[in-house]
């Protein structure tokens, strides 16, 4: 079995980051009309048990698993109706992508790098990718997650990650981590927190995760 790209990707690589306009931006080295094939990495037992259901079908085959194929502009704006937020791509110029991966090993952000080229080219699966996912994308491979679906599950929450200042009590690098619902009406004051006297130099973080449990397959 072949997987698309998961949609847990939005949970990390590709979460939101907040703006000071109380926008939104996803932003990768990709193109925004990049296409891929979009599948929830909780719904493979679903593909597995339709291949096992039928053995001689799928007997010597690659079943490629993907529910969509979406842009990266696609995606942002599910992302944007799914949580009522300003949610925007913004392809990331190539001298930040070279920051974005410094954190990675050298080996993964070369893999990292050639992946992204490669998908702009060729296609995720390759050129026919649009053809090999379309069996999983008609449900043939059972009932997977759409991309609404996935996002409309997700609890799209903020955080507030701070320095506190120096204080003879407090070294300068201590971090404190505060959470927030994200409204725009409440929490838009990034140093507005009750019962906190000591001055803060915050910046927004967005955490969006995922309640809902793997599928059983049916």
């Known amino acids: 079995m072949a997987v698309g790209s998961f949609l847990q990707n939005l949970e990390n690589l590709l979460k939101p ?3 000071e ?8 080295s990709m193109k925004p009309e990049t ?3 979009r599948v929830d990495a909780r719904d493979a037992g679903v593909v597995v048990a339709e291949m096992l259901r039928e053995p001689e079908e799928y007997w010597g085959r690659i079943v490629y698993a993907a529910a969509e194929l979406r842009t990266m502009k696609d995606l942002v704006g599910i992302v944007g109706t799914g949580s009522g937020r300003d949610v925007r791509y913004e392809q990331m110029p190539e001298a930040d992508s070279k ?4 954190g990675m090993t050298l080996v993964l952000a070369e893999d990292f790098g050639q992946t992204v ?3 702009q080219e060729y296609g995720h699966f390759g050129q026919e990718t649009a ?3 379309q069996p999983a994308m008609e449900g043939k491979l059972g009932r997977l ?10 609890e799209f929450r903020t955080y507030h990650y701070c320095d506190r200042q120096s204080t003879p009590s407090m070294q300068p690098a201590k971090r404190l981590y505060i959470e927030t619902q994200l409204t725009l009406s409440t929490h838009n004051d990034p140093n507005h927190f009750p019962d906190k006297p000591e001055p803060l130099s915050c910046a927004r ?5 995922s309640p809902r449990p793997y599928r059983a397959a049916p």
């Open 117 to 119: 080229a490669y998908y």
């Open 17 to 19: 980051t907040p703006r």
């Open 21 to 28: 306009d109380h926008t939104f931006v996803i932003s990768t």
């Open 99 to 102: 920051d974005f991966l410094k």
């Open 131 to 133: 053809d090999w996912t």
């Open 145 to 154: 997650t759409r991309v609404a679906e996935f996002v409309n599950d997700l």
């Open 35 to 37: 296409s891929l094939p």
């Open 205 to 209: 973080r967005v955490s969006l995760t």
